[in-house]
């Protein structure tokens, strides 16, 4: 289940809600409604669909009931800690991961000592029976930007994965420039706490 998947559950819904609407009209107009009346209803009927939309997207899901009969997606929202271990160097870095989840969205937030990155973009995806979060990302330390990708298998209370970044990276664009380059990877571990 990715984006795609949850967007055409939503159509799904909202479709159902339109047709409650419908068969309310036909009930409290004594049984008898007209192409006239229907459009009349159209600009309701609109903002009953959006409210509906935005109130999903936001609250709605997270309900545990809701979620675990109609949504079925993990709530990753909240602050996660952990350790990344770069695979070269073995060196562990600890991290405070700040995740914003909506229905539709996500963005990760990874704060470390030597830099911090930012979602470009991300999505929880059901590959199987595992949940996996998928993000890249832009990193930004005191000497340079460089990108990333994070994928974490979702387990409960933990993610746990492998990242990879281009950090110190040679390019050659044409005969006067070039970048160096450098990748890493490494082994991602966070655990869902309070506050980091």
């Not at 967007?7 to 192409?35: D, E, R």
């Not at 994965?161 to 006067?176: I, L, Q, S």
């Amino acid at each position: 289940m990715g984006r795609v998947d949850r967007i055409i559950l939503v159509i799904k819904m909202i479709i159902a809600l339109i047709i409650a609407l419908i068969i309310m009209l036909w009930i409290f107009n004594g049984h008898n409604i007209t192409p006239k009346l229907l459009i009349s209803k159209i600009g309701m009927i609109t903002f009953c669909s959006i409210i509906f939309i935005l109130i999903w997207n936001y609250w709605l899901w997270k309900l545990p009931l809701i979620n675990q009969f109609i949504a079925k997606m993990p709530n990753l929202n909240g602050v996660w800690k952990g350790e990344i271990i770069n695979a070269k160097e073995n060196k562990i870095q600890y991290a405070c991961i700040k995740i914003k989840q909506t229905y539709f969205d996500i963005k990760i937030n990874v704060e470390v000592d030597r830099a911090n990155s930012y979602t470009i973009v991300g999505d929880l995806l059901k590959i199987g029976d595992e949940w996996k979060l998928i993000w890249t990302w832009e990193g930004i330390d005191k000497d340079n930007n460089f990108f990333g990708t994070t994928i974490l298998n979702v387990n409960d209370f933990m993610l746990e994965g492998f990242y990879f970044t281009n950090y110190n990276n040679t390019y050659k664009v044409n005969e006067n420039i070039t970048y160096d380059c450098n990748c890493t990877a490494g082994y991602f571990k966070v655990k869902k706490i309070e506050t980091c």
